[in-house]
């Protein structure tokens, strides 16, 4: 599937700290966003440690954009939460990560391929300023 949960809680919580003062913490955005807050932590840490959210410490802490929303792409942040690039299906990156190893012979996956690469280059070009907009 290519946007799970995960990617899911991660744009929406972009939404609400590119529209937030001051960073806000896991528990705050959980309640905003009706998410369970241990997993929208995990969102959270994941998009800190790949330069997406700065997080800060202490009795005011919380996560704040570290770039603009226009320099924050959602493949960038897909890739973040997921662990690995979004793909439509198990075999379309790659001929070598079909499920079955019988890509060579199969009709359908360049199509998926050729999708998988159209799919790409949106999410890289689609920007948080542009869901914002």
Known sequence: MLITRASEYAILSLIV??????????ETLSNQ????????AKILQAMAKHDILKSYKGVN????LLHEPKDITMLHVMSSVEGKAPAVFDCS?????CPSGKAQLCSL???LNKLQGRID???ADLTLADILE
Do not use: E, R
């Open 17 to 26: 700290l590119s529209k937030a003062s001051a960073p806000m913490d896991s």
């Open 121 to 123: 280059t949106f999410l």
């Open 33 to 40: 966003l009706s998410i369970p807050k241990s997993f929208l």
């Open 93 to 97: 990156p790659s001929m070598y990560s």
């Open 109 to 111: 996956w360049p199509f």
């Open 61 to 64: 802490g919380g996560f704040a």
